[in-house]
């Protein structure tokens, strides 16, 4: 099962270097154009930033949840959150790549 696990904490790490890479181009964007779309982009990424840095201090960090996560989660549930945490890094990197370009 720790395959699971690291692809998890690696996916979510990932995850939030992306989203802070988009946060900075978001950001540097607003301050120079001032528009609602590009702040309503910042806003997401910021609260999409959050929900994966708590994900990943959760995986690996908390002294509970950690050990938790590591040993009293079946496989199957395991599976559901990788697979929801690959397609979120592949949603998230797509979305670099256009913002990016």
């Not at 692809?7 to 964007?29: C, E, G, K, M």
């Not at 201090?57 to 549930?77: C, K, M, N, Q, R």
Request: hydrophobic share 65%; charged share 10%.
């Amino acid at each position: 099962m720790s395959i699971w696990i690291d692809a998890a904490r690696l996916s979510t790490a990932v995850n939030v270097l992306i989203l802070l890479a988009l946060s900075y181009i978001w950001a540097r964007n607003y301050l120079r154009i001032r528009s609602k779309h590009v702040m309503g982009l910042l806003i997401f990424a910021l609260l999409l930033l959050a929900e994966n840095a708590l994900a990943f201090y959760y995986y690996l960090i908390h002294e509970d949840l950690s050990a938790w996560f590591a040993t009293g989660v079946p496989v199957i549930a395991w599976r559901a959150m990788l697979i929801l945490h690959v397609l979120e890094t592949a949603a998230l990197a797509f979305l670099l790549w256009v913002t990016w370009e």
